[in-house]
């Protein structure tokens, strides 16, 4: 590439970072700030005193609600929620997609279809018959049922993911086993599962960002003691008090936001690499 | 003792038949080649022999025993596979290791047969590398390895070399021979390479769309072809396939040959065999190497239109019939394109086909 071009380049790219770093700036440096200082200066400007004043409140005491005890406990519900889940719908999308890919089955082409189809369903389509389908579990309102509604509405996307990863496999690879001696578990988990590291840091990525992400489901599927981080969220910036407390609330949306932005700054690398080889197309 | 026995084996995906009732017997300790075009179901079969896919109809048996419905892990056979088929997460030494673990080999004896395997292959330098570090003669010689790790009845190998550059390729053949003759292990070898065929089978089964052309001793196969398919696959160069009339002359059976103005009458050694195609076109078989120069000026009068040289032998290209013919010659003998050379078939070697059904006649 000539030299002008590259410069063009990099001044596109600088310029989508910054569009896209701004919020977060301005996020940052209004929970840091004191409301004297937010009313007095800019949006722009950087704090003059730092002060962690508002984290404490919006992680301790901030009010969501009747409650006044922040968004600790919210987060806590959204780790305990997120951690299964993901873990869940991760395992059982690896495992169907070893199915649909290396162990075909009369119909499993089908299968395959209607789980893509399942990709495409809106999720407020699935709120009154999944509340239904809790009720008759027993597992209305509880944590369990957040999990359970999570994992079966994440492995359409997980499915998806190994299924089309494992489609690269060698059939002669699960042959070459057949004929060792090894069966469907053991081929399985020591010759698929050690070759899906790059699809297995996606999927995990994927499905941890969507999950403590959620807010529809954690809405409508949990009451009080389980509810996650982005409803808690959500309560805190409605509950209505004399003045709007925007370094709180700021603060707040830091915080739920930090897990997911700390999973790519340390897994980031892993994805790109498992995108980039070929793993989710199609 | 049968090592292996197919009988009228058919394979069916769907509506389009892959293997259309093949029958193949092998003898403890032969090796047999499975050679055809690609895409005629040698893998199929082999798949099948191994027990991966299940055959439509017909038996498969193994050491006397139908195993039809016996798992791959109980037929005691090992397979080298086209590609290797290494597990790419593990390196040599686990991958030769993991299918005496699935059987419950001591952790002490599967060292010893790895020690074994890699001492007879010469890789005992190569065992902590994974396949991925490997070139590509090292992952063939690790998939003989893994093969080798298991003393089975019953050797598959898919078309073990076609990956290999030329020179590796010869060198794997002769390694792969010395290695049976060493183990005397029953070997069935899939191939599309005729070369490979002719030197290390000690039977060959020619397979096209699903069924077995012909099925005999190398020799066989090259004198006695049984239909032009498979006598214009085995060979190098092909066999030619000079169209003529089948004619008697003063009671002696033979073709006549004609090359630009020359002509000659051929006649065909043992030639009542012949007898009922008298008067009728017949194509005549005749390799490169079985013309002589006629020094006597006798023979065919033919008109060089271009030589190969090879080395040991040229090859040169001249018209008979109206077809181009290949004559493999002493490089002393040829001369160059334009000038003239008096050929003679070597009848005695000859073989006909019926042009309409391509069966060899007699
Ligand atoms: N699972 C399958 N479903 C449908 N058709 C198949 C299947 N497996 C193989 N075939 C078809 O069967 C035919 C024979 O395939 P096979 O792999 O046995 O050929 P081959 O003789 O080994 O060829 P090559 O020399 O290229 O390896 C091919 O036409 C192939 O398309
Ligand atoms: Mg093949």
Not at chain 1, 154 to 161: D, H, K, R, V, Y
Not at chain 2, 238 to 264: K, T, W
Request: with cysteine; net charge positive.
């Amino acid at each position: 590439m000539s030299k002008p071009w590259r410069g063009v380049l990099y001044a596109v790219l600088l310029i989508a970072a910054l569009y896209y770093l701004l919020p977060l700036y301005v996020m940052l440096s209004t929970s840091l700030k004191t409301m004297d200082e937010i009313r007095a200066g800019n949006l722009l400007s950087l704090p003059g005193a730092i002060s962690f004043d508002a984290w404490h409140k919006a992680w301790g005491t901030a009010c969501t609600g009747i409650e006044c005890s922040g968004l600790s406990g919210y987060f806590w519900n959204s780790v305990r929620m997120v951690i299964p889940a993901v873990l869940i719908s991760t395992a059982l999308g690896a495992l169907n997609g070893y199915v649909l890919s290396k162990w075909r089955f009369r119909g499993s082409e089908l299968a395959f279809a209607m789980l893509l189809f399942g990709l495409y369903i809106p999720f407020q389509v699935l709120l009154l018959p999944m509340a239904q389908t809790l009720g008759w579990f027993g597992l209305a309102r509880s944590m369990a049922g957040l999990v359970f509604v999570h994992v079966v509405c994440g492995i359409a996307g997980t499915t998806l993911f190994f299924r089309n990863f494992y489609v690269g496999i060698p059939d002669e690879l699960i042959k070459a086993a057949r004929l060792d001696g090894a069966g469907f578990w053991r081929i399985f988990l020591r010759i698929v599962l050690p070759m899906s590291l790059p699809i297995l840091m996606v999927t995990l990525i994927w499905q941890f960002t969507q999950i403590w992400n959620d807010f529809l489901f954690g809405l409508v599927f949990s009451s009080g003691e389980s509810q996650p981080i982005t409803v808690g969220l959500n309560n805190l910036a409605n509950t209505s008090t004399s003045v709007k407390e925007y370094n709180v609330n700021m603060a707040a949306a830091l915080i739920a936001a930090l897990p997911t932005i700390a999973v790519y700054v340390l897994a980031g690398k892993y994805f790109v690499r498992g995108l980039a080889a070929g793993a989710v197309k199609g | 003792m049968g090592a292996l026995a197919i009988k009228n084996v058919t394979k069916r995906f769907g509506d389009t038949h892959i293997l259309k009732g093949i029958d193949i017997h092998v003898d403890s300790g032969e090796f047999l080649i499975l050679v055809g075009p690609s895409g005629c179901g040698k893998s199929t079969l082999m798949n099948i022999i191994a027990g991966l896919e299940s055959p439509s109809g017909g038996e498969v048996h193994i050491a006397d025993r139908i195993v039809n419905d016996v798992a791959p892990k109980d037929r005691d056979i090992a397979m080298v596979f086209q590609s290797y088929a290494l597990y790419p997460t593990m390196n040599v030494r686990q991958n030769i290791a993991f299918g005496l673990e699935t059987r419950g080999v001591p952790k002490k004896e599967q060292d010893e047969v790895i020690a074994r395997v890699a001492k007879m292959l010469q890789m005992d330098h190569l065992l902590d590398r994974k396949p991925g570090q490997l070139s590509g003669g090292q992952r063939q010689r690790v998939a003989m390895g893994r093969a080798l790790a298991r003393n089975p009845k019953l050797f598959l190998f898919d078309e073990p070399l076609s990956n290999l550059d030329a020179k590796l390729r010869v060198e794997m053949r002769t390694e792969i021979k010395q290695l049976h003759h060493r183990l005397k292990t029953t070997i069935v070898y899939v191939t599309h390479d005729q070369i490979e065929a002719m030197t290390l089978g000690d039977k060959i089964a020619v397979m096209k769309d699903g069924v077995i052309q012909q099925f005999g001793s190398p020799q066989q196969i090259y004198d006695t072809p049984a239909n032009l398919f498979v006598a214009g696959f085995i060979g190098s160069p092909s066999m030619n396939f000079i169209p003529a009339h089948l004619a008697s002359e003063g009671g002696v059976i033979g073709v006549s040959l004609q090359s630009g103005d020359a002509a000659c009458f051929a006649p065909l050694l043992d030639s009542q065999r012949y007898a009922a195609y008298v008067g009728k076109r017949v194509i005549v078989g005749v390799r490169p190497e079985q013309w002589d120069l006629a020094a006597d000026g006798g023979g065919l009068a033919c008109k060089i239109n271009l030589t190969e040289p090879t080395g040991p032998d040229t090859i040169v290209f001249t018209q008979i019939n109206g077809i181009e013919v290949q004559a493999r010659l002493h490089p002393r003998d040829a001369r160059s394109p334009g000038s003239v050379l008096h050929l003679r078939p070597d009848m005695s070697k000859a073989v006909l086909f019926d042009p309409e059904t391509e069966i060899r006649i007699g």
